[in-house]
């Protein structure tokens, strides 16, 4: 079918010249269409485009077909067409009798006896399909298929190039107005790596935000393909992949080779070949790792490699921005932590110290059974404030603490309904408020004020109640004497299950039985812990 007397490649050679030279596009994909159109010796053809999540293939350029012809009405793609797209080229040999026609009475109108189709993929929601339309039998060779691939790609191409451009504009406006609208961050950065994936059409790509001094991984967002023997590497591994510094950028050619990607064996590793990867400064000692990684070879072109650049830069920025929030409402935080301690102090001297005991105790206990650092950090503070209800309390009623009456000791056991009253308002306090609530619930479901059982207790008051517990008998109070740490460890044995959690009675008892805890093992005046170095973004 191909008419080498044309010269085809030559044909080829000067569209692709004119793919660098026409504008506007249309006057290209008309260019394009008329060479196929000639060299195939086809009656007519089309190139339509489909944009998701629209099912119309809407008409870019025509060639040698009637008006009449191409106002049919509406060419749409159905399910099975779409299907068929991903197979490559569509040959229908008869258009009266081949169920992908849509208007087979127009087709024999205008005289249209065959078409060969061919589809492309432009970007992830956008396709193009040119048509040739022949007014006899066809039987295209599978040289004369790829030649018409060929061609195509020049047409699709050329939507890509004048498309690309519009969506990066479009993407990094929205993505600048949201991070400087002060947006969530694990928002923005989730945007950021969809984005990229789907503009640059590939595979996967992953945000993380290490911290060189800590030497650790604080978060990580990705989208697409999980490409666990990347997504899946710890801090060491990471390091050693992309050597993060400040502008400095990776290029794996081929990850499936390539020692730095570890476990090679590993799922993912051998469906990706190009990985690219760019650091960001974000503050001090925290760096931002951008990679992006491709099914097939790949080499980004300065536009696309600007793209990412910018898009990065962004997501630092925000990053940037969430930390300084977070030093400010850090600051506010222990202003107002100080300030409610001060005020339980004056209240009661006793139960401050007390509940300094009880956050220290709290944050070793978390630790000892598997929670992170800002988790152990947040039940200190919970440690601190458990009792600022009893703020609310009278003086009468707190120097009688272990001589109350059954009044008394109802009016006693409304302190965590009223210390979570007093903290709700406070917004960055919000994660202390079950803990402080429910620290007085038991196991079994015998405690209060809500009588929760089990694990429906948050795991921050079931520590918190153990912990009070503990300091009470090894610290004592006026009217309750001190108990030696081996009564201490016996009484907290027999009220696992019960009273308290096993798994934290297991940890504390653990700890006191190997001298690692204790009213001395750790200066009364301890700083609060710093924590500026996490990222309150929901990650």
């Avoid at 993060?244 to 080779?257: F, L, N, Y």
Wanted: include cysteine; hydrophobic fraction near 40%; proline fraction near 6%.
């Amino acid at each position: 079918m191909l008419d080498h007397a044309c010269h085809p490649f030559q044909i080829l050679a000067d569209i692709s010249r004119a793919a660098e030279t026409v504008d506007p596009i249309d006057e290209l994909l008309e260019r394009i269409l008329a060479a196929a159109v000639d060299l195939f010796h086809a009656k007519g053809g089309t190139l339509r485009v489909l944009q998701l999540p629209s099912n119309e293939l809407r008409l870019r350029a025509s060639v040698g077909l009637s008006a009449t012809y191409l106002e049919k009405g509406a060419v749409t793609v159905r399910q099975p067409l779409r299907r068929i797209y991903a197979e490559g080229p569509l040959v229908i040999h008869d258009v009266q009798t081949d169920p992908h026609m849509q208007y087979p009475e127009a087709a024999a109108a205008e005289g249209v006896a065959a078409i060969i189709e061919v589809p492309f993929r432009v970007l992830p929601d956008c396709y193009m399909s040119l048509r040739l339309h022949f007014g006899g039998p066809v039987a295209p060779t599978e040289e004369d298929l790829g030649f018409l691939t060929i061609l195509g790609r020049q047409g699709a191409q050329a939507i890509r190039d004048t498309l690309v451009p519009d969506r990066y504009i479009k993407t990094f406006r929205n993505v600048s107005r949201a991070v400087h609208a002060g947006n969530d961050t694990a928002a923005i950065l989730q945007g950021i790596v969809s984005q990229i994936t789907d503009l640059l059409s590939a595979a996967g790509c992953i945000y993380w935000i290490i911290d060189t001094t800590g030497q650790r991984i604080e978060a990580k967002v990705s989208h697409g393909f999980a490409f666990r023997s990347l997504a899946a590497v710890d801090y060491a591994a990471l390091v050693k992949i992309f050597d993060p510094a400040p502008g400095r950028t990776v290029i794996i050619e081929d990850a499936h080779a390539d020692e730095r990607i570890p476990d090679p064996q590993g799922l993912g590793k051998q469906h990706i070949r190009t990985v690219v990867g760019l650091c960001f400064d974000i503050d001090a000692h925290i760096v931002g790792i951008l990679a992006v990684y491709f099914s097939g070879p790949r080499r980004l072109n300065p536009r696309e490699m600007d793209f990412l650049q910018v898009l990065g830069e962004q997501g630092a920025i925000s990053l940037l921005r969430a930390r300084c929030y977070d030093a400010r409402m850090l600051d506010t935080f222990r202003q107002t932590v100080e300030g409610l301690v001060m005020a339980l102090e004056a209240k009661d001297a006793v139960t401050h110290g007390h509940s300094l005991n009880v956050g220290l105790y709290a944050r070793r206990s978390a630790l000892a059974i598997g929670l992170t650092p800002r988790e152990a950090d947040l039940l200190y503070h919970a440690g601190l404030l458990h009792d600022i209800g009893k703020i609310g309390m009278t003086d009468k009623i707190l120097a009688r603490l272990g001589r109350l009456t059954p009044r008394e000791m109802g009016q006693i056991r409304l302190h965590p309904v009223i210390g979570a009253r007093i903290l709700e308002p406070l917004l960055f306090l919000d994660e202390l408020v079950p803990m402080i609530r429910h620290h007085h619930e038991h196991y079994d479901g015998s405690g209060y004020p809500d009588g929760l059982r089990g694990e429906a207790i948050p795991i921050g008051a079931r520590i918190l109640t153990a912990c009070d517990a503990l300091e009470t008998m090894i610290a004592g109070r006026p009217g309750i004497p001190r108990r030696p740490a081996d009564e201490a460890v016996a009484e907290l044995r027999r009220g696992a299950g019960t009273r308290f959690d096993p798994r934290v009675v297991q940890a504390l008892c653990g700890m006191l039985q190997t001298g690692g805890i204790g009213p001395d093992s750790t200066h009364p005046d301890a700083p609060l812990p710093d924590t500026t170095g996490r990222f309150p973004l929901g990650f």
